[in-house]
């Protein structure tokens, strides 16, 4: 009987990234989001007689950007091609795209995962190509609407190596490849909006075994999350099928969420012949030296880069950096954080990560709309740092801050929340405390070393928190054991 | 007045001996007596036509000519593949017979700019597929020379239309000889220009990588105006050329003395009937006698053209004929149980037989396991037919050759037999392979019925052909014929 | 080419052919076939496909946009549309 652990799996991620032009990859029509059905579509995304596909310059700047961000290869020439079928969000009955000759080529792209493990991911390619329209099928009796407002938004779509073994690998792949692209400013990362959405290769076979196993893809999964539990679902099933004599089909199966189990995609398995050939009315796309060079000038800093850098600079985890270098902005928040904070990085970094993160997060904020600023979050970290408040109290502090925007000092000043750094008093309430208390003294000096916590509390308590929480230490551990 | 030139007619108004109103009423009393006849035009639009003349008019009284359009007033024809906005664009087809395209072809707006005005559209084979506009959802459209026989095609309405002397000029569309050949069965001058010369923008495509749009006229003089206004880059088309245009009637009066003429032995072969042979001798005799030497020249891989091309072309038509699917505009058929019927059932109903074959043809040959013996081999061969037309223009200025292996055929002769109707291009079909530009003039009759002689140009090199077809033209008058009893 | 599959090339091609139609077909392009079939004995090693006449580099336009909307205008030339959308049979995934 074989277990689980006699599998291995072998996963690749096709990954379709909107690229965040004004006007989509072939005509001049608006690529924003949200617009009323077919309000976005013009006569050449409506694939009207007579009219032409002309090549949006900046669909080839981004995917340059990339490329320089996977340190792949740029090709000098690369093709664009028809692939053919019908289908209803497909209006012309062909969609551009790039086949034998994509502009991206041999990629690769670092991950650190949580347990500081680094791996290189390789990308066999990234091609260009256009966005179909949508589908929607309520709100029409027994019909569907095909709004084709999202047909011809450019796409680069990103393909892996066979390389990762893991859904978590799967995972750490894709936020990388997120942040990447987010860093690159080549597309906004909005995933609910489906700008950027994955498709997962699967197979398994027997640890040892140099055969890849028959793999099927998983579309339509579009969270991380969604990921994670796909390809766990998928794994899981496959390795049941084939542990119990049955075989893997090829075919395209469907995430459903609500479920959490993928299913096959009957529809779409109609031996498709897509009658791939160039297409006549585009001619190949040269990119020269020159233009890569000029791309490759303001390339910002890439967010392994910047994970290093955080890690050295300063003295970061493996796991802070990642978490602090996964979104551009977040890193920009922490770094404005340090600079305007007599505080360590290290304490910056567990408040950014913890307190802000948290509360944004209850809040359903995004960075740019924190109430608190870097800046004043900074002066808060600067207030724990030089002990005029405890980190407890700044937590109070913190949320008042939150609510009533207004600075850390006001707020300590304005509710009295000074520290209380004055031994002789300190030493007076802890006398006290301890003659109050009897009964713990002399069960602590038993040896119930717990109760330590207790007597800390009680000073805390009669303080109002503000009681320097190092000063009580080391008073209570002198008082404590001088008999 | 009818069988006048564009040349004249364009003195005419200048010399304020006439009108455009005046033109524009001739020309449409014509072509409501002809057209019943002829099947020329699928649609007439005298409204539209008046109100231009009008504004042509009054602009003229108000100008001196030097400031006005070149072709101000004068009348045109499009064929019905060239996109116009607010009057019908059928392509020949019962697909869009209900199709009102919301812009103009980039041709269509030059030659309304050049001051043009168009009387309407003319007849065609079903999406440009076809040597005879037969294969018209409108019917077909007759011979203005013998009106039982065929004016070629597929833009026979727009040649018809031009030697029945309904409209001085027109646009046509050529992706195998859709010009050269009607021209050459309807007794008049028509220009394949070099592809990207003309933008396809707005031109309704059958085989993108083949079509080139182009002017149909009664003499190589008015081809060259036509050309001034036709020809130009346009960003809206990937594959148009952005170079300067030259002003074509610049070179028309230059001597042709000592160019060279190539007469490719090819096509000098026994598939030309020896009464045709005569006349293509006869012309080329006039033309050496212009000054032009005539060189025997080989294009070895003349005769895989036609197989090259019946590879191409489909391949290419397959794929952009997909778009007509019910859905967004054009034919839909009733009733649809689910969407493959939706798709299939309009596509088979909206769709003639030819239109059908040639998606059929470029499916199979694109599909999984032909690809590469069919399409691939088919574009290795094309590349082998350019470098016979590089080699030969590296010894001589132009080729000489016939239009077609025989004159006008009688309708329905070859209607049953897609093969011999094929046969019809096999003098022109190397030159769209290539992407150079040919033209065709009338040079003689056999039996009443007009021959053509064909004259290739290397890329871009239309003056060139223009100037001897003029010096030709000069010194004979076959172009003037016209026929006597319509 | 005797085994086309004439069916199955209408079937990818999305065209409906009744029987008659599908056998007059099928004839036909038998003799289409046996026409293009020439081809194959022309050798061609060491030939550079040439998938277009131009040999040119495909060109770009800066990323403005140019087109507004025509909704309206588009979709009075459509058989049937609701809420703005293009109406077909339902779509099954």
Not at chain 1, 145 to 154: E, K
Not at chain 1, 219 to 233: G, L, M, P, T
Not at chain 1, 239 to 248: A, T
Request: glycine content about 6%; proline content about 5%; aromatic content about 8%.
């Amino acid at each position: 009987m074989s277990t689980n652990n006699d599998w291995e799996a072998v996963i690749g991620l096709e990954v379709h990234v909107q690229l965040a032009t004004k006007a989509k990859i072939f005509s001049g029509a608006s690529t924003q989001y949200g617009a009323e059905p077919n309000r976005q579509a013009c006569a050449v995304d409506l694939g009207f007689p007579g009219v032409l596909p002309v090549l949006n310059r900046e669909v080839v700047t981004m995917a340059i950007r990339l490329g320089l961000g996977i340190n792949a290869q740029i090709a000098p020439r690369s093709i664009f091609a028809r692939k053919n079928y019908f289908y209803p969000d497909l209006p012309k009955g062909y969609q551009i795209t790039q086949f034998e000759l994509p502009i991206v080529q041999q990629g690769h792209l670092p991950i650190v995962m949580d347990d500081g493990r680094e791996l290189s991911i390789g990308i066999t390619r990234a091609h260009l190509e256009e966005d179909a329209g949508k589908s929607l099928h309520e709100a029409f009796h027994q019909m569907t609407g095909i709004d084709l407002n999202r047909a011809g938004v450019p796409l680069l779509e990103i393909v892996s190596e066979p390389e990762l073994r893991s859904s978590a690998e799967a995972v750490a792949y894709l936020k990388t490849l997120h942040a990447l692209v987010c860093y690159l400013e080549i597309c906004d990362g909005n995933l609910q909006e489906g700008s950027f959405r994955c498709d997962a290769n699967v197979s398994v076979r027997k640890k040892g075994d140099p055969k890849l196993g028959t793999r099927t893809e998983t579309k339509n999964v579009n969270s991380f999350r969604f990921v994670e539990r796909a390809i766990d679902y998928e794994i899981a099933r496959q390795i049941q099928v084939l542990e119990s004599g049955g075989k893997i089909i090829q075919e395209t199966r469907l995430y459903d969420a609500e479920k959490n189990e993928t299913r096959s995609m009957r529809s779409k398995e109609n031996a498709n012949d897509y009658r791939y050939f160039p297409d006549p009315d585009l001619l190949p796309l040269e990119v020269s030296p020159e233009w890569i060079a000029e791309v490759a000038k303001d390339l910002p800093e890439l967010p392994w880069q910047k994970r290093q850098r955080f890690e050295k600079e300063y003295a970061l985890s493996a796991y802070d950096a990642n978490v602090l270098s996964s979104q551009k902005t977040l890193g920009h928040y922490f770094e404005e954080t340090v600079k305007a904070s007599q505080a360590s990085a290290k304490l910056c970094a567990n408040w950014v990560m913890g307190d802000l993160l948290a509360a944004l997060n209850k809040n359903n904020l995004a960075l740019d709309n924190s109430p608190i600023s870097a800046k004043s979050l900074g002066e808060l970290l600067t207030q724990i740092a030089n002990e005029t408040i405890s980190g407890k109290i700044a937590k109070t502090v913190f949320e008042l801050m939150w609510t009533s925007k207004t600075s850390a000092k006001e707020i300590i000043d304005r509710e009295g929340l000074v520290q209380n750094n004055d031994t002789g008093a300190l030493e007076k309430i802890i006398d006290s405390i301890l003659s109050d208390n009897p009964k713990q003294l002399a069960e602590y000096r038993e040896g119930k070393d717990r109760l330590f916590g207790y007597f800390v509390g009680e000073v805390m308590k009669q303080t109002r928190g503000k009681a320097n929480p190092n000063q009580v230490n080391t008073i209570l551990k002198e008082k404590l054991s001088a008999e | 007045m009818p069988y006048k030139t564009l040349t004249d007619l364009k003195n005419a108004l200048e010399q304020k001996s006439i009108s455009s109103r005046e033109l524009m009423t001739q020309a449409l009393t014509r072509i409501e007596t002809l057209n019943p006849k002829l099947n020329a035009f699928i649609s007439v639009n005298a409204e539209m036509a008046f109100k231009a003349a009008d504004k042509a008019d009054q602009l003229r009284a108000q100008k001196n000519h030097a400031e006005l359009p070149p072709l101000l007033g004068l009348p045109i024809a499009h064929k019905d593949l060239f996109c116009t906005d607010g009057i019908k664009t059928s392509c020949g087809s019962k697909m869009l017979d209900n199709f009102i395209a919301p812009y103009d072809a980039t041709v269509v707006r030059k030659c309304a700019e050049a001051g043009l005005i168009s009387l309407g559209k003319t007849n065609m084979d079903e999406f440009a597929m076809g040597s005879s506009t037969e294969n018209s959802y409108y019917g077909p459209t007759r011979n203005p020379w013998n009106t039982d026989y065929v004016p070629g095609g597929s833009s026979g309405g727009s040649a018809a239309a031009v030697a029945a002397g309904l409209v001085p000029v027109s646009t046509g569309s050529d992706t195998g000889g859709s010009i050269r050949q009607p021209a050459a069965l309807c007794g008049i001058t028509g220009l394949k220009p070099s592809y990207g010369r003309i933008s396809r923008y707005g031109m309704v495509a059958f085989a993108s990588s083949l079509d080139q749009g182009g002017p149909f006229a009664r003499s190589a003089e008015d081809i060259a105006w036509l050309m001034n206004a036709m020809a130009g880059f346009d960003p809206r088309d990937s594959t148009s050329l952005d170079v300067p245009v030259p002003d074509y009637t610049a070179d028309l009066e230059k001597s042709i003395q000592g160019l060279r003429i190539g007469l490719p032995k090819e096509y000098f072969n026994h598939s030309l009937a020896p009464s045709m042979q005569k006349i293509i001798d006869e012309a080329l005799k006039t033309l050496e006698k212009l000054g032009a030497q005539l060189v025997e020249i080989s294009l070895p891989h003349s005769d895989l053209a036609i197989s090259s091309y019946y590879v191409i072309a489909p391949a290419e038509c397959s794929s952009n004929l997909s778009r007509y699917d019910g859905v967004r505009f054009g034919y839909r058929c009733e009733n649809p149980q689910d969407l493959n019927d939706l798709y299939s059932r309009s596509r088979g109903e909206g769709f003639g037989a030819e239109v059908k074959r040639r998606i059929l043809i470029g499916t199979y040959v694109l599909s999984a396991g032909y690809y590469d013996a069919y399409y691939l081999q088919a574009q290795k061969v094309r590349h082998l037919i350019k470098d016979d037309f590089d080699q030969a223009f590296r010894k001589v200025d132009v080729i000489a050759a016939p239009s077609t292996p025989t004159p006008a055929f009688k309708i329905g002769e070859k209607a049953a037999d897609p093969v011999t109707m094929y046969q019809c291009d096999i003098y022109t079909l190397a030159l769209n392979l290539a992407g150079l530009p040919g033209l065709s003039m009338p040079v003689g009759f056999i039996e009443g019925l007009p021959v053509g002689l064909q004259l290739m140009g290397n890329y871009l090199e239309e003056s060139r052909i223009l100037n001897m077809a003029h010096q030709y033209q000069k010194n004979t008058d076959w172009h003037l014929q016209h026929p006597k009893d319509l | 080419m005797s085994s086309i599959d004439v069916k199955n090339i209408a079937y990818l091609a999305r065209i409906a052919m009744p029987p008659q139609e599908l056998a007059d077909t099928e004839q036909k392009l038998q003799q289409i076939f046996a026409l293009i079939d020439h081809l194959q004995a022309q050798d061609t090693r060491n030939i550079e496909p040439m998938a277009h006449p131009l040999a040119l580099a495909q060109r770009s336009l800066p990323d403005v946009v140019t087109e507004s909307d025509q909704r309206d205008k588009f979709q009075a030339l459509a058989p049937a549309t609701e809420l703005g959308c293009y109406l077909v049979p339902i779509v099954i995934e």
